[in-house]
C-alpha cells in the first residue's frame, strides 16, 4: 500500500513539474524586471530604467513585455528629442505584434513626434491608420481627437502657424 501511495505521489510530482513553469523561470523574471523599471521610471531614475527595459527585451524578446519596453524606450527617447531612435523603439514594438493594442499605442505615440515635428500630414496618416485598424473605444476617441485637431492646424497657411 504504502509502495502504490510512493509511486503514485512520484508521478504527481513529475506530472506537476511539466505543467507548471519554475520559479525562476524567464517570463516571471521578466514580468518583475518590468515592474521594476516602471518603479524606476516613476521615480525619475531614467538610466535605470532604460537598463531594465533593454534587459526585459533580451529575456523575453517577442513577448507583450517586450512589446512594452520597446515603447517606454520609445517614450524616454522622444522627452529626449532624439526622434529618430524613438520612431525606431516604436516600430520594434509594432514588429512583435501588429494589430493589439500596444501596437496602436506605439504608432500613436508615433504619430506624436510626428506633430511635434510639425509633419502633420504623417502624423495624420498614422491616426486615420490607428482608427481604421482598433476597436478600442478609448484609441477611437483619442484618434478622433488628433485627426480633428490634426485638421485644423493643416487648414492653416504657413505664415499662420506657430512651433513649439
Known amino acids: 500500500m ?6 503514485r505521489l512520484s508521478l504527481f510530482i513529475l506530472i506537476l513539474s511539466f505543467v507548471t513553469p519554475p520559479a525562476f523561470s524567464q517570463p516571471n523574471t521578466a514580468g518583475k524586471l518590468f515592474q521594476e523599471a516602471v518603479r524606476d521610471q516613476r521615480g525619475q531614475k531614467w538610466q535605470d530604467s532604460l537598463g531594465k527595459f533593454k534587459k ?25 528629442r532624439n526622434w ?3 520612431i525606431d523603439q516604436y516600430h520594434k514594438s509594432i514588429a512583435i505584434a501588429p494589430h493589439t493594442r500596444p501596437a496602436h499605442d506605439a504608432k500613436t505615440a508615433e504619430a506624436a513626434v510626428y506633430y511635434f515635428r ?5 502624423a495624420l496618416t498614422i491616426f486615420q ?17 488628433w485627426i480633428k485637431e490634426l485638421k485644423r492646424r493643416m487648414s492653416f497657411s504657413p505664415q499662420e502657424s506657430f512651433s513649439c
Do not use: H, M
Open 2 to 7: 504504502q509502495r502504490l501511495f510512493c509511486r
Open 56 to 80: 526585459v527585451i533580451s529575456l523575453s524578446p517577442n513577448s507583450l513585455l517586450a512589446q512594452k519596453s520597446y515603447i517606454e524606450i520609445g517614450k524616454y527617447y522622444k522627452y529626449q
Open 84 to 86: 529618430e531612435e524613438a
Open 118 to 122: 510639425q509633419d502633420f500630414s504623417r
Open 129 to 145: 491608420e490607428v482608427l481604421s485598424e482598433t476597436t478600442d473605444w478609448d484609441q477611437i476617441k483619442y484618434c478622433n481627437y
